[in-house]
Each structure stands twice: as C-alpha cells, then as structure tokens.
C-alpha cells in the first residue's frame, strides 16, 4: 500500500518521548502518523520517576491531572543494616511557590505515565498504530519514504520529516548509520520486577546495601500491592526470574524470610548503558529519547530527558513546516545534546557512587529536577544578550502568580499553556514596543501580555501586586521578554527594545512578509 499525500512528520516509537511528540504536533494541526513496534502500551514500572520540570511540560500538553492522580510523592528511604532500618530522605519533600508549582519529584510507574500520555492523544483524536515495525527508511532532499510493516502488510510512507523515538535499540538511528558512543557492562546486571510483596511496610523505599556493589531494593509503587524490586547481581550470578527462585534470591539478600513475592506483572534484567549518539539528525530524519541517549537509572532521567528532547523538537518541525529557516531544525541537536551529555554524567557519578555504598549517591536535589537546565549560550540564545538581574536567554522561564482585570489570581503558566509563543512587556516602553511588534500569520502564533501598564493590542492585561514576577523575574526596568513554545525564554530586551525583539523573532519564525500585530489565532500551521 502506497499513500500519496506525504505526510508532515511520522513519528516511529510510541514511549513517552514519542507520544509526547505525537501530542505536540496533533495540537498544531500536523499531519502526522505514529507507529510502534509492540502490539501494546509498555506494561512495566521501569522508568518510576517524573521531575517538576517534565511536571511542567506535562501540564501545558494536557496530560499532568492524569499523572499526578496515578503517582504520589516518594517515601523515605529505609536502609537496612542487620537488624536495624535507618531512614534516610533521599529528597525534601517541598511546598509549590509562585515560580515552581511542581517543586517535587513524582513516583509514578512508567505504565501509568504511558497510558496518560496515550489517553492525551487520543483525546486530541489521534491514535498509536500497534504492530507496526519499521522496515527500511530512504530519503532524498525533500521526502523520506518508510517501508513499514503492519498488520495489514508493508506499507510505504512518505513523510516530509522522521523522528525516531524507538528506544536504544533505535532501528532509526542503525538505519542511518549512527554511531552510539559508550559502553555497555554486560557483567553488571540487575533484575527488575514488579510484583505483590507482602512482609514489607508500604512507607519505606527499602534498601539491602551489600558488598562490593551488591545491593537490594523495593520501591512501593503507588496506588496498588505492587512493590519495584532492583536487585543487582553479582559478576557469576545468572538473572533467574521464575517467582519460586526470586523468593529464595530475595531472602537470601535481605535476611527476611517474611517476605514474599508473588503475582509477578513485570520483570527486566538490566544492563547498564552509557551511550550518546554522535548526532540527533541526518538529513529529513531526526532521533530523540532513548534512540539518542541512554543513562543508568541512577537519578531518573532518562524519561524525563526524552520527552524534553520531543518538546524542544515538536515547535521547531512545526516552524519548518510553516515556513520558517530551516535552519532552526539545526538548534534540536545543538540545544539538546549537551543537555544529555550533562545528564548522563550525572546519572553516571550517582550509579557508580551507589556501587560504592556512597550516601551522597542517594541524595536528589536541583540537578536531577531538571529545573536549572538551560540552552543559554546556544545558537537561539547568545550569551551576549541582554538579562535581568535572575534571569538569562535560554533559561527555563518560571511561573508567577499575577492578578487579573477582575481581581482573581492568575498562574503565568496558565496563560503560556498553548502551543504559541508569548510576548510578556513589563513597563511603558515595553508595553509600547509591544504594540507595534509584528508576527507572521503562519505557523505558531503570538499571545501578548502586558504587565502593570494598559497596551492597546495584549490579550491579557494582569498586575504584579504582590510583586511575585516582578522579584522572580529580576526585572528593575522596562522589559519585553519572549516565551517560547517550550517554555523557555527566547529572548530578553531591555534596550531598543522593538528592533532587538525583532530581530531575536527572526530566527524562530515564518517569513514576516504577511504578519499581524494581532493577538494569538489558529494559523495555517498553529493553534493558540
């Protein structure tokens, strides 16, 4: 089967990084497909945590409520020392603020966070197309042809662009010949299981700390009977996972002859991986998530990595296909391989330090939240701009509670959520240049706010009484900052402020041979 219309983008992977990509282009209107290998929504607890910043990314998509009433907050960890159970707090537990509303990591198994991403695309009337397994990809300058093999045959697919969210395994990332640096140490193994456990209390994330690098551990997972069992062998020992076996494994390495697994949902044997992929993108295709970094599941970051990697790629391919440079794909790989590199640094210092019985291994804090991650100094957001006093280009922008026309509380967040860029004019001058800035009426359009001072133009006119933006943001003049789609600051203006927007718009934009000065609206490309 041939179809002759090309599609936007086809999607090959249906995870998380996948899905969330797959959300992200249904809510701009792409054309688009999404096929995955298995017949099924992973099944298994695998990737058990959620940080605030993929919290943040989940909200605008639609999909947090669906998470958040599926997960909890961690417990302490109880680390078990012969007859003793110390409590250890592997992360404070933090009340929300006006700038981080999410501020704690959340335990959710990876099925529940599938299955609410899946549910998101769905509700946007889309669909992942089980059994469907990649076969050959070609391009040429403008299409890329997938063979693809379903349960109705082979089917050709042409697409202007591919994304490959098929895991570490990637047949996309083998398929165009990319090579993924690292190491893998077939002799350090760990089972995974998910099972019913009984003899255990449900308050404790347990650990078994043993000698050289052995260890058990059992994470209750939320809203069930079911505890995540890790426990990593030794060099000669083989990864039997038969319930009779993992009994007698699980006594013998805790002591406990009161606990008892059974009714086993979910097992794994686990190698740790290390690898970057040498590049995110050749030609028309493009690799995320797993298919381009792999990490220990020291620190969780792997999920959460790859479904940034979809949420900086989405707006981008939209952009493209509206019309704007294309060179703007380029910023995918240049903004988000480093960002894997640093992660996999640190989930790499965390494993090898929990092999070592290092306490400070089990502390999470701002650097696995993910929080602090920022493109400054890339191609979208030079270091030589201009800055507030907290805030620079390139930084996650943070919410703030400000106050509407009416008098009622309004979240920032709440207005950004969309899939369009934001204009937030703090002051006078800003407020002028806001009026006069113009935007193109194709692709992702523009949401204009003005804080403190009435604009002829904003849709949103809100105070700072409290002065919660004003502090959050470092803002002690007139200033106009862009949001981007994503969530992070495309550009900050504190001088010259109309043409300096202007030029920073540029960049990220159609053409502005037809533009409008006019508030956010379904473009050809984008819905605000």
Same mark, same amino acid.
């Given at each position: 089967?041939?179809?002759?219309?090309?599609?936007? %983008?086809?999607?090959?992977?249906?995870?998380?990084?996948?899905?969330?990509?797959?959300?992200?282009?249904?809510?701009?209107?792409?054309?688009?497909?999404?096929?995955?290998?298995?017949?099924?929504?992973?099944?298994?607890?695998?990737?058990?945590?959620?940080?605030?910043?993929?919290?943040?990314?989940?909200?605008?998509?639609?999909?947090?409520?669906?998470?958040?009433?599926?997960?909890?907050?961690?417990?302490?960890?109880?680390?078990?020392?012969?007859?003793?159970?110390?409590?250890?707090?592997?992360?404070?537990?933090?009340?929300?603020?006006?700038?981080?509303?999410?501020?704690?990591?959340?335990?959710?198994?990876?099925?529940?966070?599938?299955?609410?991403?899946?549910?998101?695309?769905?509700?946007?009337?889309?669909?992942?197309?089980?059994?469907?397994?990649?076969?050959?990809?070609?391009?040429?300058?403008?299409?890329?042809?997938?063979?693809?093999?379903?349960?109705?045959?082979?089917?050709?697919?042409?697409?202007?662009?591919?994304?490959?969210?098929?895991?570490?395994?990637?047949?996309?990332?083998?398929?165009?010949?990319?090579?993924?640096?690292?190491?893998?140490?077939?002799?350090?193994?760990?089972?995974?299981?998910?099972?019913?456990?009984?003899?255990?209390?449900?308050?404790?994330?347990?650990?078994?700390?043993?000698?050289?690098?052995?260890?058990?551990?059992?994470?209750?997972?939320?809203?069930?009977?079911?505890?995540?069992?890790?426990?990593?062998?030794?060099?000669?020992?083989?990864?039997?996972?038969?319930?009779?076996?993992?009994?007698?494994?699980?006594?013998?390495?805790?002591?406990?002859?009161?606990?008892?697994?059974?009714?086993?949902?979910?097992?794994?044997?686990?190698?740790?991986?290390?690898?970057?992929?040498?590049?995110?993108?050749?030609?028309?295709?493009?690799?995320?998530?797993?298919?381009?970094? %792999?990490?220990?599941?020291?620190?969780?970051?792997?999920?959460?990595?790859?479904?940034?990697?979809?949420?900086?790629?989405?707006?981008?391919?939209?952009?493209?296909?509206?019309?704007?440079?294309?060179?703007?794909?380029?910023?995918?790989?240049?903004?988000?391989?480093?960002?894997?590199?640093? %992660?996999?640094?640190?989930?790499?210092?965390?494993?090898?330090?929990?092999?070592?019985?290092?306490?400070?291994?089990?502390?999470?804090?701002?650097?696995?939240?993910?929080?602090?991650?920022?493109?400054?100094?890339?191609?979208?957001?030079?270091?030589?701009?201009?800055?507030?006093?907290?805030?620079?280009?390139?930084?996650?922008?943070?919410?703030?509670?400000?106050?509407?026309?009416?008098?009622?509380?309004?979240?920032?967040?709440?207005?950004?959520?969309?899939?369009?860029?934001?204009?937030?004019?703090?002051?006078?001058?800003?407020?002028?240049?806001?009026?006069?800035?113009?935007?193109?009426?194709?692709?992702?359009?523009?949401?204009?706010?003005?804080?403190?001072?009435?604009?002829?133009?904003?849709?949103?006119?809100?105070?700072?009484?409290?002065?919660?933006?004003?502090?959050?943001?470092?803002?002690?003049?007139?200033?106009?900052?862009?949001?981007?789609?994503?969530?992070?600051?495309?550009?900050?203006?504190?001088?010259?402020?109309?043409?300096?927007?202007?030029?920073?718009?540029?960049?990220?934009?159609?053409?502005?041979?037809?533009?409008?000065?006019?508030?956010?609206?379904?473009?050809?490309?984008?819905?605000?």
């Amino acid at each position: 089967m041939i179809r002759n219309k090309p599609l936007d %983008v086809l999607v090959i992977g249906a995870g998380p990084t996948g899905t969330t990509l797959a959300i992200d282009l249904a809510r701009r209107n792409l054309d688009f497909r999404v096929v995955n290998k298995s017949d099924h929504v992973f099944g298994g607890s695998r990737a058990k945590g959620v940080q605030p910043r993929t919290l943040e990314v989940l909200e605008d998509l639609g999909a947090l409520d669906s998470v958040l009433t599926a997960g909890s907050t961690y417990p302490l960890l109880g680390i078990h020392a012969g007859p003793l159970t110390v409590p250890w707090r592997m992360m404070r537990n933090r009340q929300p603020r006006a700038d981080v509303p999410y501020p704690n990591t959340w335990l959710i198994p990876q099925s529940s966070t599938d299955r609410a991403l899946h549910d998101r695309l769905e509700q946007l009337g889309h669909h992942v197309e089980f059994a469907t397994e990649l076969v050959e990809l070609r391009q040429d300058s403008d299409l890329v042809t997938a063979q693809v093999s379903g349960p109705d045959g082979t089917e050709e697919i042409t697409a202007r662009y591919v994304v490959g969210a098929d895991g570490g395994s990637s047949t996309v990332r083998k398929q165009l010949g990319i090579d993924f640096t690292g190491s893998t140490d077939e002799h350090d193994r760990m089972i995974i299981v998910d099972a019913v456990t009984t003899g255990l209390s449900r308050d404790r994330w347990h650990m078994w700390p043993r000698l050289k690098g052995k260890f058990a551990g059992a994470c209750p997972l939320p809203h069930s009977d079911l505890f995540q069992w890790m426990i990593r062998l030794a060099a000669d020992e083989e990864p039997v996972l038969d319930e009779a076996r993992l009994n007698e494994r699980i006594h013998s390495v805790t002591g406990n002859q009161g606990i008892t697994l059974s009714d086993i949902q979910w097992t794994s044997v686990f190698r740790p991986n290390i690898r970057l992929a040498e590049s995110y993108r050749q030609g028309r295709v493009f690799i995320a998530g797993d298919a381009a970094h %792999v990490h220990t599941p020291a620190g969780a970051q792997g999920l959460n990595t790859g479904i940034q990697d979809a949420y900086n790629l989405g707006w981008k391919l939209a952009q493209v296909l509206a019309g704007a440079d294309p060179a703007l794909l380029d910023t995918y790989e240049s903004e988000r391989m480093p960002i894997a590199a640093e %992660v996999l640094g640190l989930s790499t210092k965390n494993y090898a330090g929990m092999a070592k019985l290092d306490p400070s291994s089990l502390k999470r804090g701002k650097d696995e939240q993910q929080l602090v991650l920022t493109y400054f100094g890339g191609p979208l957001a030079p270091a030589h701009s201009n800055r507030t006093t907290t805030l620079r280009v390139g930084d996650r922008t943070p919410d703030a509670i400000l106050t509407a026309s009416d008098g009622k509380h309004v979240r920032l967040f709440e207005v950004l959520r969309g899939p369009h860029f934001t204009a937030l004019a703090h002051g006078q001058l800003a407020v002028h240049a806001l009026d006069q800035l113009e935007w193109p009426t194709t692709g992702a359009q523009l949401k204009r706010i003005a804080v403190g001072s009435a604009a002829a133009r904003a849709g949103h006119a809100l105070t700072d009484p409290a002065g919660t933006l004003t502090s959050v943001y470092g803002l002690t003049k007139d200033t106009l900052l862009l949001v981007r789609p994503d969530g992070y600051i495309g550009h900050i203006a504190t001088e010259d402020i109309l043409t300096n927007t202007r030029t920073a718009v540029q960049a990220m934009t159609p053409s502005a041979a037809s533009s409008t000065v006019s508030e956010a609206s379904p473009g050809k490309k984008g819905v605000a």
